[in-house]
């Protein structure tokens, strides 16, 4: 069964950092390439982030590019989003969701499992 | 970037009733897009993928059509398990957008 867990999110005043962490398990996480989707109180879903399998090719939304850095710990089965110089518009629920790849070359695309959500609020 | 836009913003209906979801890309993203279903407290759900395909494990009462730039996703007979907000969603070009969500609430 394919779980995915994160962690790492609560209060942190503006400006502030704070990493997020992912735990993968149930697939082969260094095959797959992986993603971070968020969403604020009350709104829709928002692409922040998705990394390669292999991590050496990264995407951001224009949101938080510059900000934000997402990585992947291949031997840990482990994805993390570092969240620098936050101001209260990132205050969501974030997602780890893992991209379905429906094809070899396509390994970027949908999203056919997420895990249960994060919350960071951005607040002083 | 690619905009979705989501219709209606709101639909109403009963149990039994065929729904009809309507997703619009501001340029095209062929067949590229896929619709999700979340329900309050819960992460998304993928249902549809590369505008026709079921995800596995769902229904068949829920289809997805189109290309292009105009997509549907249709539940032919609602289920009350299927009251929830739906979004579309494009891997046509990055970054990745969602629509602002369709929610199907009982009438």
């Known amino acids: 069964e394919v779980q995915l867990v994160e962690s790492g999110g609560g209060l942190v005043q503006p400006g502030g950092s704070l990493r997020l962490s992912c735990a993968a398990s149930?697939?082969?996480?260094?095959?797959?390439?992986m993603s971070w989707v968020r969403q604020a109180p009350g709104k829709g879903l928002e692409w922040v982030s998705a990394i390669s399998s292999s991590g050496g090719s990264t995407y951001y939304a224009d949101s938080v590019k510059g900000r934000f850095t997402i990585s992947r710990d291949n031997s840990k089965s482990t994805l993390y989003l570092q969240m620098n110089s936050l101001r209260a518009d990132d205050t969501a629920v974030y997602y780890c969701?893992?991209?379905?790849?429906?094809?070899?070359?396509?390994?970027?695309?949908?999203?056919?499992?997420w895990g249960q959500g994060t919350l960071v609020t951005v607040s002083s | 970037e690619i905009v979705l836009t989501q219709s209606p913003a709101t639909l109403s209906l009963s149990p039994g009733e065929r729904a009809t979801l309507s997703c619009r890309a501001s340029?095209?993203?062929?067949?590229?897009l896929a619709w999700y279903q979340q329900k309050p407290g819960q992460a998304p759900r993928l249902l549809i993928y590369e505008a026709s395909n079921r995800a596995t494990g769902i229904p068949a009462r829920f289809s997805g059509s189109g290309s292009g730039t105009d997509f549907t996703l249709t539940i032919s007979s609602l289920e009350p398990e299927d009251f929830a907000v739906y979004y579309c969603q494009q891997r046509s070009n990055w970054p990745f957008t969602f629509g602002p969500g369709t929610k199907v609430d009982i009438k």
């Open positions: 969701a893992k991209f379905k790849g429906v094809n070899t070359v396509t390994t970027m695309d949908y999203f056919d499992y």
């Open positions: 340029r095209s993203v062929s067949s590229y």
């Open positions: 149930g697939f082969t996480f260094s095959s797959s390439a």
